[in-house]
């Protein structure tokens, strides 16, 4: 098991087991079995966020609202690079926003 400095938690690979109060270890992503399931999830938030017919128009679309280059999207989307947090909590509300407006319209 390892003890990390900044937390009272002690992680252990693939078991979680509650701490004297109860509570349950924070998922470190260092142990996750497949690395790049954050990439994927983010890649299809993206496409959920602004529909499109292609990669080049989503990135289009996606690169206006969030104030980033036309390759950084592209980056995402083929899971080359890593989210900021501000750009996952942006596409996020997008997405619910999209999930709404679709059960709206029918």
Known sequence: M???AASSFHCS?????PDQYGALPV???AYSKDPCANRRWFRDL???A???QSER???EKASAVLDVSHRQVINWLREEHDPKLRYIMAVLALAGAE????????
């Open 2 to 4: 390892t003890h990390h």
């Open 13 to 17: 690979q693939g078991h979680s087991s």
């Open 27 to 29: 998922k470190n992503p």
């Open 46 to 48: 993206l496409w959920r």
């Open 50 to 52: 602004f529909p499109a």
């Open 57 to 59: 128009e989503l990135a």
């Open 99 to 106: 999930i709404v407006f679709r059960r709206i319209e029918g």
